[in-house]
Nanobody
């Protein structure tokens, strides 16, 4: 079992920044990748970014490239999502998730463990 705990969400004005954290605990932590997803009210959960755990390769949704940065601290089993130049359309519940086997998969169905989510609200 893997437990994931997100933190860092909140309310911010458009153009502002937030940094989300995802701390993993449980079994020996060596997944294929850790990803961030988001789900806005009334919409499906969508891929935002992912990082491969061993090589540190980065993958992003097109609309967040240049604004969001995913990173990891292997020693702390923690993944971060730095979000800059936030827009109202970034408003959603953000989830981190673990893909035990894959590296660059973007479908939520491929991810094995999920955190509880953290709300990000961007006001205009």
């Amino acid at each position: 079992q893997v437990q994931l705990v997100e933190s860092g969400g909140g309310l911010v004005q458009a153009g502002g920044s937030l940094r989300l954290s995802c701390a993993a605990s449980g079994r020996t932590f060596s997944p294929g990748a850790v990803g961030w997803f988001r789900q806005a009210a009334g919409k499906e959960r969508e891929f935002v970014a992912a990082i491969s755990w061993s090589a540190g390769r980065l993958y992003y949704k097109d609309s967040v490239k240049g604004r969001f940065t995913i990173s990891r601290d292997n020693a702390k089993n923690t993944v971060y999502l730095q979000m800059n130049s936030l827009k109202p359309e970034d408003t959603a519940v953000y989830y981190c998730a673990v893909d035990l086997w894959g590296v660059r998969r973007t479908s939520p169905a491929n991810y094995d463990y999920w955190g509880q989510g953290t709300q990000v609200t961007v006001s205009s």
